[in-house]
C-alpha cells in the first residue's frame, strides 16, 4: 500500500476500490470477449460451452460492476447526508454566534449610552454648582454696590438738603437783616 492509499480518507480509500473493483471486471469482460469471439470463429461444440460461460460471467461481470456503481451511490448519498448535517450544524452554530454577538454589542451600547448620560448629568451638576456660585458671588457685589451707591446717594441728598436749609436760613437772616420777614401762608 502507497503512502497516497494511507492517508486517504475512509471514503476515498473505499472509492478507490469501488474504481479498482470495475477496471478489474471492465478487463475480464474485454479478455471474455476475446474468447468469445475467438469460439465463435472456431465453430466447435466446445467454443458453445465457453461461449454459454463467458456469456453468464460477462452477465455476471455487468451484475457486480451494477451493483459496485449502485454502493459508490449510495456511499456518495451517505457522505452527501453527512455533509448537509455538518452544514447545518455550522449553520446553526453561527446563527447562535450572531444572537450572542448582537446582545453583547447591544449591551455595550446600551452601557456606554448609559455612561454618556451619566457623565453628562455631571458635567450639568458642575455647571450649575458653578453658576451658583458665580450667582451667589455677583449677588454679594451687587448688594456691596447698591450699600454703596444707597450711601452716596444718602449723602448726596444730605448734602443738598443741608445746602437748601443753609440757603433758606441766609434768606431768612435777609429777610429779617432788612427787617421785612417772610409771609408764611
Same mark, same amino acid.
Given at each position: 500500500?502507497?503512502?497516497?492509499?494511507?492517508?486517504?480518507?475512509?471514503?476515498?480509500?473505499?472509492?478507490?476500490?469501488?474504481?479498482?473493483?470495475?477496471?478489474?471486471?471492465?478487463?475480464?469482460?474485454?479478455?471474455?470477449?476475446?474468447?468469445?469471439?475467438?469460439?465463435?470463429?472456431?465453430?466447435?461444440?466446445?467454443?458453445?460451452?465457453?461461449?454459454?460461460?463467458?456469456?453468464?460471467? #460477462?452477465?455476471?461481470?455487468?451484475?457486480?460492476?451494477?451493483?459496485?456503481?449502485?454502493?459508490?451511490?449510495?456511499?456518495?448519498?451517505?457522505?452527501?447526508?453527512?455533509?448537509?448535517?455538518?452544514?447545518?450544524?455550522?449553520?446553526?452554530?453561527?446563527?447562535?454566534?450572531?444572537?450572542?454577538?448582537?446582545?453583547?454589542?447591544?449591551?455595550?451600547?446600551?452601557?456606554?449610552?448609559?455612561?454618556?448620560?451619566?457623565?453628562?448629568?455631571?458635567?450639568?451638576?458642575?455647571?450649575?454648582?458653578?453658576?451658583?456660585?458665580?450667582?451667589?458671588?455677583?449677588?454679594?457685589?451687587?448688594?456691596?454696590?447698591? #450699600?454703596?451707591?444707597?450711601?452716596?446717594?444718602?449723602?448726596?441728598?444730605?448734602?443738598?438738603?443741608?445746602?437748601?436749609?443753609?440757603?433758606?436760613?441766609?434768606?431768612?437772616?435777609?429777610?429779617?437783616?432788612?427787617?421785612?420777614?417772610?409771609?408764611?401762608?
Amino acid at each position: 500500500m502507497s503512502n497516497d492509499t494511507q492517508t486517504l480518507s475512509p471514503y476515498d480509500r473505499r472509492v478507490q476500490l469501488v474504481l479498482a473493483t470495475i477496471n478489474e471486471n471492465e478487463k475480464k469482460l474485454g479478455d471474455k470477449a476475446e474468447k468469445i469471439l475467438g469460439a465463435v470463429y472456431h465453430g466447435s461444440e466446445e467454443a458453445q460451452e465457453n461461449f454459454a460461460s463467458l456469456q453468464k460471467q #460477462v452477465s455476471d461481470s455487468a451484475t457486480s460492476t451494477v451493483v459496485g456503481f449502485k454502493d459508490a451511490q449510495a456511499l456518495a448519498y451517505q457522505v452527501e447526508g453527512r455533509a448537509l448535517l455538518e452544514a447545518a450544524k455550522n449553520f446553526n452554530a453561527l446563527g447562535v454566534q450572531a444572537d450572542k454577538l448582537w446582545y453583547q454589542t447591544n449591551l455595550q451600547a446600551q452601557t456606554n449610552a448609559s455612561a454618556a448620560v451619566l457623565l453628562a448629568t455631571q458635567n450639568q451638576a458642575a455647571i450649575l454648582a458653578a453658576q451658583a456660585e458665580c450667582c451667589c458671588e455677583l449677588k454679594e457685589k451687587i448688594t456691596a454696590e447698591a #450699600v454703596e451707591t444707597r450711601a452716596l446717594i444718602n449723602t448726596i441728598e444730605s448734602n443738598r438738603i443741608r445746602d437748601e436749609l443753609a440757603a433758606c436760613k441766609a434768606q431768612n437772616a435777609a429777610y429779617f437783616a432788612r427787617g421785612n420777614p417772610p409771609v408764611t401762608p
